[in-house]
């Protein structure tokens, strides 16, 4: 099947997770280890995609509300709030399929709310940079932007600041 992927044995867990929507690429995926699941942002096909889907290791779970803007290439991450709300976050990517053409937006929406919310921007567009949530944070790296006619890559690491809604380098 072109739309599954194998699950790599944890926790004695085997076997493959059918997807229910059509094929993507260049989606990001959230893991949230409170329910053992997986959050799929965005992604592309023809068109940059909105869509996001919760799956665990029995599939397809539910959508989650659509990102405001649809996003390709694009890094994303979570945290916990003080209060153990789990807020995800989408970054940069690019808003036209199959381009190279990098957007600086980034959204971010906690765990049951009705929409994602329009945080403060990258501090330039990048588009193919990276996520990884540790210890409570969010980093992205790399990515490339679009200068003129040529593309440059990214040797920024940021880390994003909940309290202060910023982008540190």
């Known amino acids: 099947n072109s739309n599954s992927v194998e699950v790599i044995p944890l926790r004695g867990v085997e076997g ?3 997807y229910v929507d059509e ?9 949230d280890e409170d329910t053992d ?11 940059p995609m909105q869509t996001v889907f919760r799956y665990g290791l029995d599939g397809y779970i539910e959508n989650l509300p659509d990102l405001r803007e649809g996003r390709w290439d694009h890094a ?20 036209k399929a199959p381009i190279i053409s990098p957007i600086s937006s980034t959204e971010s929406m906690a765990i049951g709310a009705a929409s994602w919310t329009f945080i403060t921007n990258l501090p330039s567009a990048l588009q193919g940079l990276r996520g990884v949530s540790w210890g409570n944070n969010i980093f992205v790296t790399g990515g ?12 920024d690491i940021l880390k994003y600041d909940q309290q202060e809604n910023t982008w540190i380098s």
Do not use: F, M, P
């Not at 994303?76 to 808003?95: E, M, P, Q």
């Not at 932007?145 to 040529?150: H, I, S, Y």
């Open 76 to 95: 994303c991450g979570s945290y916990k709030r003080t209060d153990g709300t789990l807020v995800i976050l989408v970054a940069g990517g690019s808003n």
């Open 16 to 18: 493959s997770i059918t």
């Open 37 to 47: 699941t997986v959050i799929i942002t965005g992604g592309a096909q023809w068109e």
């Open 144 to 155: 490339i932007d679009n200068r003129g006619t040529r593309t440059h890559a990214s040797s």
């Open 23 to 31: 094929q993507r690429v260049n989606a990001c995926s959230i893991t």
